[in-house]
């Protein structure tokens, strides 16, 4: 019988992050000339809607309660980041690319009814509808540290169930070697698709992408909900991945398709500035950002705007049981 996995970092209720702060892409999207028109379309984006008017009236996202078990393997203990923070300081560039914009701007985004598709190099394509999405798996709560490649980090409380079961049950070819992920594509409901500005000049839908052995990590997560609700749509609502030792725009957001394939995909931040973002990002404290460094983090608490709570990052975000996996590659080239 293989051995129990027990995670390396093990992190408790009272760890998780919390704070505002302004370590960011945006000189590279700045340059590129969207920052400034962004930022006007997000302040007025409540004004999305006048300005795209839809005569169909939408029901205000409300979150649901979630039946989960609480493994303590992986109630950690480190300070987590507090709700309203991990919920109101976002990267979702799909509702605006300030950091406020995705909690604005996605209020009345439709979740329900929805569809996963995993398909690809599988003996057994399968589509999830919403309801699926919470219950045909066994749901748990992970405590998670979230590094973002902006040099900030929160400690998560995420609902939800490991990726490898849900690629197993899709049955998947020998040929198999990679994991293609997609965000939904709807501009009507995603005012940063339909903007190039205010979607920071990327070309949606958004996409992702592992290697197998990464996706089929006893680590890897299809989260459906943080502090024991429905995900919010401003953190990806109603299913998105996460993946705890690779920054954090790796973890794809209200995905609806994955396809398993031979070739590495190709990867949205990858193709938008491929000298910056890495098809691996691991977080590695060793390997600095060509713009900033990647040695240490602030760890977004329960302190202020001005609260300095700044840490060491660790190699694979501290979840060092993922190292076998990159045994003899060059961390360097392969960032």
Not at 82 to 105: H, I, L, M, Q, R
Not at 172 to 180: E, Q
Not at 212 to 237: F, I, R, S
Not at 304 to 313: A, V
Request: charge should be positive; hydrophobic fraction near 35%.
């Amino acid at each position: 019988m293989p051995k129990p996995f027990k995670p390396s970092v093990q992190l408790k209720e009272n760890d998780v992050t919390d704070e505002r702060v302004y370590m960011n892409r945006r000189s590279l999207l700045k340059s590129m000339g969207f920052i400034g028109a962004s930022t006007l379309l997000a302040k007025s984006a409540g004004a999305a809607g006048w300005f795209w008017e839809d005569d169909e009236e939408k029901v205000p996202f409300k979150a649901e309660p979630l039946e989960f078990s609480q493994p303590p393997k992986f109630q950690i203990s480190e300070t987590r980041t507090p709700e309203n923070k991990v919920t109101s300081y976002n990267n979702f560039y799909e509702f605006g690319t300030a950091k406020d914009a995705p909690a604005k701007n996605a209020t009345e985004f439709q979740t329900n009814p929805w569809t996963l598709t995993i398909d690809g190099l599988v003996k057994k394509p399968i589509t999830l509808d919403y309801s699926a999405l919470t219950t045909r798996f066994p749901l748990e709560e992970r405590i998670y540290r979230l590094r973002c490649v902006e040099a900030w980090s929160m400690v998560i409380p995420w609902v939800g169930f490991e990726l490898a079961a849900l690629i197993k049950q899709a049955d998947p070819l020998m040929s198999a070697k990679y994991v293609a992920f997609e965000t939904l594509y709807d501009p009507d409901q995603m005012p940063g698709q339909r903007s190039r500005f205010m979607g920071g000049g990327i070309d949606y839908p958004y996409i992702e992408g592992l290697r197998l052995d990464e996706a089929m990590h006893p680590l890897t997560m299809m989260a459906v909900g943080l502090y024991g609700k429905t995900l919010p749509p401003q953190n990806g609502a109603p299913i998105r991945l996460v993946v705890p030792w690779k920054y954090g725009f790796k973890s794809i957001k209200s995905i609806v398709r994955i396809r398993l394939t031979d070739k590495e995909p190709p990867t949205t931040w990858n193709r938008l500035a491929a000298n910056e973002y890495g098809f691996y990002a691991n977080v590695n404290p060793n390997v600095a950002h060509p713009r900033w460094s990647q040695a240490s983090e602030r760890r977004i608490t329960t302190g202020g705007l001005l609260t300095r709570n700044r840490i060491d990052t660790q190699l694979f975000n501290g979840y060092t049981e993922v190292a076998p996996m990159y045994k003899d590659m060059n961390l360097s080239r392969y960032y």
